[in-house]
């Protein structure tokens, strides 16, 4: 995933403060050729109007928090990890500024993923549960041992930190989705969540299961389980910034792209 150009592409960034909004002010300065033009926080956030290297260290961006985009502010892309509520009023933000958005938010309603494909027919849009690489490829095993293990029972288990708003994760339902076309079912009338008064396990069931406690950025687990052997895909998130590096490459690529709907695999098939 790696990316040079001539000129930076110039980035904002909505939901700043937050645990990835700083990842990514972290990150940006070791990647070539991206440049932090905003960091925008919720308005009335105690962060508004202080210089980020305040929150995130020395050597980033020398802006201020702000609450809103300043019309003079140079932009090619917005970056959004913020949460569903604020997620309308970022993605019009790209739309009336006409430039790429990259949005890792999870927990959208089924609207809000229609208003990112509406979005595409203006404007570069990029969303993605995950943006690390390993996410990216277990999608690919897991969509594969679904096709080759068909009467295997299929469970997907993730753990997150604490504070962790969405149950299951973004991602754990990209991998049930990966899981389902692999079988060519509709994941809605596959996914079981927790199994709570359900009685036995139905064939063709894809299970959910939601761990939370702790700092534990996230780790994904998708089972196939047979009478007499069991495959388990892992994959551990050591820290965010395998997240902000995949949103800032992400930017990069879309700032300079046709409007449409992007996807992870966007960024890895060069
Ligand atoms: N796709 C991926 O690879 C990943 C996705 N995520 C997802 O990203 C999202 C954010 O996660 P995380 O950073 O851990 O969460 P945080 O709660 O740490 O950060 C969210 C931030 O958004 C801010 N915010 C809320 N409303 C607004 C607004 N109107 N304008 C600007 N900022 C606003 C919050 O501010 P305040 O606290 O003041 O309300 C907070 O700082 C989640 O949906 C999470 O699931 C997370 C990691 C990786
Ligand atoms: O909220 C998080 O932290 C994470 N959210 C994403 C998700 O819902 O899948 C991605 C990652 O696992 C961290």
Redesign the pocket.
């Known amino acids: 995933m790696s990316l040079s150009s001539q000129t930076p592409t110039m980035v904002a960034v909505h939901g700043a403060g937050g645990?990835?909004g700083q990842a990514i002010l972290r990150a940006a300065p070791l990647q070539s050729d991206v440049r932090i033009s905003a960091a925008l926080v919720r308005p009335g956030s105690s962060l508004e109007d202080t210089p980020i290297s305040a929150l995130v260290g020395n050597d980033v961006a020398d802006i201020d928090f702000r609450a809103s985009l300043d019309p003079d502010t140079q932009l090619d892309a917005l970056i959004d990890f913020s949460s569903p509520h604020a997620f309308d009023s970022a993605i019009a933000l790209a739309v009336e500024r006409r430039v790429a958005f990259i949005c890792?938010t999870?927990?959208l309603s089924e609207q809000q993923h229609v208003t990112l494909h509406r979005a595409a027919q203006h404007i570069p849009v990029l969303w993605a549960?995950?943006?690390?690489l390993g996410?990216a490829l277990m999608q690919r095993f897991a969509r594969m041992a679904a096709q080759l293990l068909p009467t295997w029972d299929c469970e997907i288990v993730?753990m997150?930190?604490r504070r962790?708003?969405?149950a299951?994760?973004?991602?754990?339902?990209?991998l049930g989705e990966a899981v389902a076309a692999g079988r060519g079912v509709a994941l809605q009338a596959a996914a079981v969540h927790g199994r709570v008064g359900r009685g036995s396990r139905k064939a063709g069931e894809i299970g959910f299961h939601a761990l939370r406690g702790g700092d534990v950025?996230?780790?994904?687990t998708v089972m196939f389980v047979s009478e007499d052997e069991r495959i388990e895909l892992t994959h551990r998130?050591n820290n965010?910034d395998i997240?902000a590096k995949g949103a800032l490459v992400g930017a990069q690529r879309l700032a300079r792209a046709a409007p449409g709907m992007y996807g992870m695999h966007d960024l890895l098939d060069e």
């Open positions: 645990r990835m890792g999870t927990g549960s995950n943006f690390s996410i993730e997150h930190h962790k708003v969405d299951p994760s973004g991602t754990a339902l990209t950025i996230g780790e994904h998130a965010r997240f």
